[in-house]
């Protein structure tokens, strides 16, 4: 698989450059509901990139945005915030490009999937910080809320996946 399937260089810095920095706004935007939400409970806007990026462009670059998200999350809001980031963020990229490649699986099936291991991911994290198993007690409210933002972000994702990837076809 190429890295850049565009036709210049050029294009695909720009294109991964705008949809980096879309994921980094889409984060810190997400930081404003946090305060109406359950603690630990985000609603992942950023993975519609993700999502998108695997799709539109390849896994390569989608892996990049991912990590470099999990750096960013780690720069702005600490070093738990980005593993945790980072350990969710890599089993759901790992379950979209799977669904992507091997099922027909529509965007919701995908991202609510993506969803469900990014919790796990992030649980099996928080379990090694607070050094207590207990903290799975708190698995079937995270997995419920990831159901209903993954049933989210998957919707929008079907919605501006087909026009992203008209408009990319064009570069």
Known sequence: MKLNPFKSAAGYVAITGIML??????????????????????IGLANIVVLCAAECINAPTALLIT?????????????????????????AFAVTIFMLKKTSAS?????????????FGQLFAACFFTGSIYTLYYAPLLLVTAVASGFFTGAVSGRISPLLKNRISRL
């Open 107 to 119: 965007y919701i099936g995908i991202s609510v999937s993506g969803a469900v291991l990014h919790i």
């Open 67 to 91: 990590l470099l998200k999990s750096v960013f999350v780690l720069l702005t809001r600490g070093f738990t915030a980005g593993v945790m980031s980072l350990c969710g963020g890599l089993p």
């Open 21 to 42: 920095a879309l994921a980094a706004a889409l984060t810190t935007l997400e930081s404003l509901f946090s305060a109406f939400l359950p603690a630990g409970v985000r």
